[in-house]
């Protein structure tokens, strides 16, 4: 199995809803990632997790929440938004040996309306 | 600060080669990257430099220079599936990616 899982692959949620993108690899990989792609940009990175820990967070507004339940899962909570938070996301895992290579999954096309 | 630079967009014919260049400046190198990413879909992995030299993988090759801070892709034998925009990406010191904003590569007939 080498592939990363995003589901949904599309959600519409307005600004006072509560939803959840979700992840999942069989990989062993132990870092996780949430990026958010608007675009015609290159994903910019929000979080990181490492062997289940947030190790990263990069400055990201607090109605977006993450969670590690275990090395194969990592969720995106979402509440509140926005619709300028409209944009993919996407998630990756990468080995436990820093040769950077990131295993992206198709992503989750959000739009808040 | 750490930047990136490739160009936004090229244009080129099936059937030919193309070479996208990326230079960089970060803090610290720990490799580069390059990603293929069509339209609505995520990013695939083509290729990894760490040591200055080619890398050849089929119709793609990867070049780096790591005192001049550049790479190039290469694209041989051009396929209109080859369209899609190409990501530059290097890890700094502390590991983390740093995205260049992508060359879109157009294909003619």
């Known amino acids: 199995d080498t592939e990363v899982t995003q589901t949904p692959k599309h959600l519409v949620m307005g600004m006072t809803n509560k939803k959840s993108l979700k992840c999942e690899q069989h990989m062993g990989h132990r870092a996780m990632y949430w990026y958010k792609q608007k675009a015609k940009k290159p994903p910019e990175l929000m979080f990181v997790?490492?062997?289940?820990?947030?190790?990263i967070n990069e400055s990201v507004p607090s109605r977006f929440s993450p969670e590690c339940p275990n090395s194969s899962l990592l969720n995106l909570h979402l509440h509140a938004l926005q619709p300028e938070d409209s944009a993919l996301y996407l998630c990756a895992s990468s080995p436990p040996a820093d040769t950077g290579e990131l295993f992206f999954g198709e992503g989750s096309r959000l739009t808040v309306l | 600060g750490q930047n990136i630079d490739q160009p936004t967009e090229m244009t080129a014919t099936e059937g030919a080669i193309v070479q996208i260049n990326c230079t960089y400046q970060?803090?610290?190198?720990?490799?580069l990257f390059w990603y293929q990413q069509h339209a609505g879909e995520a990013p695939t992995f083509l290729s990894y430099?760490?040591l200055d030299g080619l890398e050849e993988k089929g119709r793609f090759s990867s070049f780096l220079s790591r005192s001049k801070g550049y790479s190039y892709l290469l694209l041989k034998e051009l396929q209109m599936k080859d369209s899609a925009s190409y990501l530059c990406?290097?890890?700094?010191?502390?590991?983390?990616?740093?995205w260049g904003a992508g060359t879109k590569l157009i294909i003619k007939p």
């Open positions: 990406a290097v890890m700094d010191s502390n590991y983390q990616l740093i």
């Open positions: 430099n760490v």
């Open positions: 997790y490492s062997y289940e820990k947030l190790s």
């Open positions: 970060t803090s610290g190198f720990n490799g």
